[in-house]
């Protein structure tokens, strides 16, 4: 990353914010971009932006990734401002342009800013609260994916290649152990064996897509529960953020991440793996909101790759951070020298126990599959 301090007063000047720079200041958000809230006075009130600083390192075309978010923006703007009583408004992130009229800014230091409005009285969770708040995050990206189902041609850009493709990151996997650059795989041989030990597990839903028994559909595919705005006095979902990675993929990944993380009230990073507790009322509720948004459009065959799915994206991701931390921390954020190892601890630990529950979670999809929750 290129060094030197960001003047934030200067990029702030690039973008049509229609007032004055007053500060930024950041906001812990997601492993991989830098989010700040930036405060400008207009004439007559002061007015909030969130300003990012896209990671080049894993977005390496910026130009294609801004392409798609103003796609996705716009398609999703339309829908909701043709949508009857509906606050359009907050229910879709607007991009901010440039004052050259463009999407996205790249600095003097080579540096890659966006800009988008900031979603008043909204706030987010790192951990699932509650059964009601599962569901509703369940919905509002089942929703989004119905929103998009009709994006018109061509197909997204792929921003990372290979994203959701399991037995692609199993055989980074393999070659980073092999490698052990750092020297760390002493540290997690238990980690290794459990993931050596699934292998079969990472194609679960490839081949099935490859091979057409599932289609393709424009997902979201980072559905974890941080990344939906809450209303701060309802608790209604009110939108869905973070769309870097919205392309291609199965509808049932967003149902994998969404049980990844909001099927069990212990963090990402927990240190205690006790606090890791898979809880069946929590992955129902996540099945129901999921499927009221859902229902309509997912084949018989997407219904029930639901089944396996959390499981799936569960052990993928644990992989990921797993690689990530015998690879040396090159690509999540972390703030301690375990801390990948640590989030691919509570991954392994969540599938081990999704491992036990396949009946019970085939007869909750089951009995979702055609009955309305209200
Ligand atoms: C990253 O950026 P953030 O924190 O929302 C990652 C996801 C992982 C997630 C794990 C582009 O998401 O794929 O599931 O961390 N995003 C990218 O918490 O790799
Ligand atoms: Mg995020």
Redesign the pocket.
């Known amino acids: 990353m290129p060094a030197g301090p960001v003047d934030f007063e200067a990029i702030s000047r690039e973008f049509r914010f229609g007032g004055d720079f007053v500060d930024a200041r950041p906001i812990p958000a ?4 830098d989010t700040y809230l930036v405060r400008v006075r207009a004439p007559s009130r002061t007015a909030e932006f969130v300003l990012q600083r896209i990671n080049t390192i ?1 977005f390496r075309d910026p130009d294609r990734l801004m392409e798609n978010i103003v796609r996705i923006t716009e398609h999703v703007a339309a829908k909701v401002a043709a949508a009857p009583a509906s606050d359009g408004r907050r229910e879709i992130l607007r991009l901010i342009p440039t004052r050259e009229g463009r999407s996205f800014l790249r600095d003097s230091e080579g540096r890659v800013w966006r800009a988008y409005n900031s979603v008043g009285r909204t706030r987010t969770v790192d951990v699932v609260e509650g059964i009601e708040q599962a569901r509703k995050a369940a919905w509002a990206f089942g929703r989004f994916q119905e929103m998009l189902a009709d994006l018109p041609e061509p197909r997204l850009h792929e921003t ?1 290649p290979h994203f959701h493709d399991t037995p692609h990151r199993f055989a980074a996997f393999l070659s980073v152990v092999e490698t052990d650059s750092q020297s760390r795989a002493a540290h997690a041989t238990e980690e290794i064996e459990f993931a050596v030990a699934r292998e079969e597990m990472a194609g679960l839903l490839t081949t099935a897509l490859t091979e057409g028994r599932i289609p393709e559909r424009v997902t979201h595919n ?1 559905t ?1 529960i941080n ?1 939906v705005l809450f209303d701060t006095s309802t608790g209604e979902p009110v939108c869905v953020i ?1 769309l ?2 919205t392309m291609a993929g199965a509808a049932a990944y967003d149902f994998g ?1 969404l049980v990844r993380t909001s099927t069990s009230r212990g963090a ?1 990073d927990e240190r205690d793996l006790r606090k890791v507790r898979f809880q069946l009322d929590l992955f129902e509720a996540v099945a129901a909101g999921f499927l009221d948004a859902a229902r309509q459009f997912l084949t018989p065959a997407e219904v029930d790759s639901l089944v396996v799915v959390g499981k799936l994206i569960t052990f993928e ?1 644990g992989l990921r951070f797993l690689t990530d931390f015998l690879e040396g921390d090159v690509y ?1 954020k972390t703030a301690r020298p375990t801390h990948n190892l640590d989030r691919a601890r509570t991954q392994f630990e969540l599938v081990r126990q999704l491992e036990d529950r396949e009946e019970q979670l085939a007869r909750v999809v089951e009995r979702y599959r055609r009955e309305p929750t209200r």
């Open positions: 997601g492993h991989i971009n894993v990372i980072d974890k990344n973070d870097d990675i991440d990402e991701t999540f």
